[in-house]
């Protein structure tokens, strides 16, 4: 069907549907004359009238009905499937690929997920657990969640958490017999949980600390290396050794007795979670809609 003819039935059926040359020109936003014309133009191609005329109604013909309840529903059909695409448009929906550690998934991302996707089914997010500076271009990743302070420049940082501490910490079990560190160097002495970075060639992370503008890294050595913070305070609790985690992570079993935190004066605050992405992304109705709900707002 070509263009011309595919507007012409439209004209037709606003005719044959309003039984008005007049209301249906109104409809359509042409002139009458103009309607009436597109009308004869197509019975003439077809060769059959469509519509019977008088001076008081417009009824179709025989051929006209048929033609009329044939593709009418065909159009109206069309016209519900076009609504729809607009819908779609307008509707945050896709994927979204996310790379973060462990602790910044489970207390930053999460909770703006659990606000955003039952409000929109069509949005679906994928999260990497990792604790290495993924590169998100490379890796096809939208976005990473990171420390401010390990966010590459060129890179746009939304902050989405508080600042950050980080803790020592070990059960009440481990410190039964042992004395409890009252500096960095001390550690050297303590069975620590290592965790083992992928990048930088699998190296073990080293500790690091700070007091009044002294900044000590400790290689520390222990019987345990991980790759994930579950698993080092998964150790830490049942009393392996010492471990380093962020503050939040090991808070609630601060508070518990759990766990006992050493050397807090040694960990100051630094910065906290940013979602980072490329500075040429074109961010999607979904991911600008994400990005608003994981935003953090100081109180």
Not at 154 to 180: C, E, Q, T
Not at 256 to 277: E, I, N
Request: charged share 25%; glycine share 8%; hydrophobic share 40%.
């Amino acid at each position: 069907m070509d263009r011309e003819n595919a507007s012409d039935l439209l004209a037709f059926l606003a005719v044959a549907r309003e039984r008005s040359f007049t209301r249906a020109a109104a409809k359509l936003g042409i002139s009458q004359p103009t309607l009436s014309e597109i009308v004869r133009g197509l019975e003439e191609r077809l060769g059959v009238r469509l519509l019977n005329r008088t001076t008081r109604s417009v009824t179709p013909t025989q051929a006209g009905e048929r033609l009329f309840l044939k593709i009418g529903p065909k159009f109206d059909e069309m016209d519900v499937e076009l609504a729809a695409l607009g819908e779609l448009r307008e509707k945050p929906a896709g994927t979204i690929r996310i790379t973060a550690t462990e602790h910044a998934a489970d207390a930053i991302l999460m909770p703006a997920l659990a606000n955003v996707l039952p409000h929109y089914p069509d949005i679906k997010v994928e999260v990497l657990i990792d604790y290495g500076l993924t590169n998100i271009v490379a890796a096809q990743y939208d976005a990473g969640i990171r420390p401010g302070e390990l966010v590459a420049k060129d890179m746009i940082a939304v902050r989405v958490g508080p600042d950050l501490r980080m803790a020592v910490v070990g059960a009440p079990s481990y410190f039964s017999n042992r004395k409890r560190p009252r500096t960095p160097q001390d550690l050297t002495h303590h069975n620590c949980i290592n965790l083992r970075l992928p990048t930088h060639g699998g190296s073990l992370y080293a500790w690091e600390f700070e007091k009044n503008a002294r900044e000590v890294n400790v290689r520390v050595e222990g019987q345990l290396v991980f790759n994930g913070a579950g698993a080092l305070l998964s150790a830490a609790l049942k009393g392996f050794g010492l471990a380093y985690l962020t503050e939040g992570h090991v808070q609630p079993y601060l508070s518990s007795g759990q766990l006992v935190r050493v050397l807090s004066d040694w960990c100051p605050p630094f910065s906290g979670y940013h979602l980072y992405y490329p500075s040429r992304r074109q961010p999607s109705p979904a991911f600008s809609l994400l990005v608003d709900a994981l935003r953090y707002r100081r109180k």
